[in-house]
């Protein structure tokens, strides 16, 4: 496993990050596209559907790791900002996502149910780079298990299934 790709000093290129980031970006290419193509949305408003659904689901995802946790986090209240740390769960963020998008749909008056069929295929395609990040981090396994694909983590004693990979494969 690879947490970290390359790090320049202090700084360093997070796989998990660089995941999420090729999948967004794989994302608002193919979402621009597809809008040019059926001409709904807007070019434009492709931005920002990503946007608001990118930035709600961060939020949404460190709030509900931070509440998970929050003895840790009352002790240490500006570790809520280390997000470098870790500490993203994705049901936060999916949920604060969806809040995010009709909140923003609303404001911008798209019709719900045509918007959300856009934009699902590419919450999956972000999703499936981000469980691939996961692997690489080393976070997030399976169960422990002997079938010839199972995987070691330099932490477990044992094997697991790449319960990441199955997902981003799914």
Not at 33 to 58: H, I, S
Request: charged share 15%.
């Amino acid at each position: 496993m690879k947490p970290i790709l390359f790090s320049f000093g202090t700084i360093h290129l997070y796989s998990y990050g660089l995941s999420i980031a090729l999948g967004v970006l794989l994302s608002l290419v193919l979402m621009k596209q597809r809008a040019m193509k059926e001409g709904f949305p807007g070019p434009d408003e492709v931005f920002d559907m990503a946007f608001a659904v990118l930035v709600w689901g961060f939020l949404g995802a460190r709030l509900f790791y931070v509440v998970q946790n929050f003895s840790y986090y009352a002790a240490e209240p500006l570790k809520v900002f280390a997000v470098w740390e870790g500490g993203l769960i994705f049901y936060g963020g999916t949920i604060a996502a969806c809040l995010g998008f009709w909140l923003t749909g609303r404001k911008k008056k798209w019709p719900f149910w045509k918007t959300l069929d856009f934009l699902v295929p590419y919450g999956a395609l972000t999703h499936a780079f981000g469980r691939v990040g996961c692997f690489l981090n080393g976070c997030c396994f399976g169960k422990a298990c002997d079938l010839p694909w199972a995987v070691r983590f330099p932490e477990l004693p044992h094997a697991v299934h790449p319960a990441q990979l199955y997902e981003a494969f799914y």
